[in-house]
């Protein structure tokens, strides 16, 4: 089993999505993008997708 993290950086927020097999959304999230400091913005909403799906960071 192969999990993917995709995340979209955009005006207003920064989108973070865990797909399984290439076929099976198992987890999205949103944080507010934080323009002064994108990898804010980014870490929040990978910490939300992450916590949702119940993964830790190192698998």
Same mark, same amino acid.
């Given at each position: ?5 995709? /995340?979209? @950086? %955009?005006? $207003?927020? $920064?989108?973070? /999505?865990?797909? +399984?097999? &290439?076929?099976? /959304? ?6 507010? @993008? $934080? +323009? ?10 990978? $910490? ?5 799906? %119940?993964?830790?960071?190192? &698998?």
């Amino acid at each position: 089993m192969s999990v993917v993290l995709g /995340v979209d @950086t %955009g005006g $207003t927020y $920064t989108d973070a /999505v865990l797909i +399984r097999d &290439e076929a099976q /959304v198992i987890a999205k999230a949103k944080a507010l @993008t $934080t +323009r002064g400091d994108l990898a804010l913005g980014i870490g929040a909403a990978v $910490t939300a997708v992450l916590a949702q799906a %119940g993964i830790a960071a190192a &698998e």
